[in-house]
């Protein structure tokens, strides 16, 4: 069983910044990558940054140059620095990690999910 706990999520107002955190835990062989996605209210879940064990990263072009997505390997943990947040980054932000297992197959897990608000 593989878990992704996510954290650092809160309402915060425009132009400001918040971190996530997001540490995967459990029977986990190896981690290929992790990303955040997003899902604002009617709208369907989008990826937002991701990180693969080379350290290669991709980024939504609305967050280019805003967020920041980092990982430590041996810790299996991605953060998710997010600067000069605007209303429409509003959503609930999930963790993603594509992931090896001890037993069973390579898959994705889902963390449960932390709303990020951008609000004056």
């Known amino acids: 069983q593989v878990q992704l706990v996510e954290s650092g999520g809160g309402l915060v107002q425009p132009g400001g910044s918040l971190r996530l955190s997001c540490a995967a835990s459990?029977?986990?062989?190896?981690?290929?990558?992790m990303g955040w996605y997003r899902q604002a209210p009617g709208k369907q879940r989008e990826l937002v940054a991701s990180i693969i064990s080379g350290g290669s990263t991709n980024y939504a072009s609305s967050v280019k140059g805003r967020f920041t997505i980092s990982t430590h390997n041996a810790k299996n943990t991605v953060d998710l620095q997010m600067n000069t947040l605007k209303p429409e980054d509003t959503a609930v932000y999930y963790c993603?990690?594509?992931?090896?297992?001890?037993?069973?197959?390579?898959?994705?897990?889902w963390g449960q999910g932390t709303q990020v608000t951008v609000s004056s």
């Open positions: 993603n990690a594509d992931v090896v297992p001890w037993l069973g197959s390579r898959r994705d897990y």
């Open positions: 459990g029977s986990i062989l190896s981690v290929n990558a």
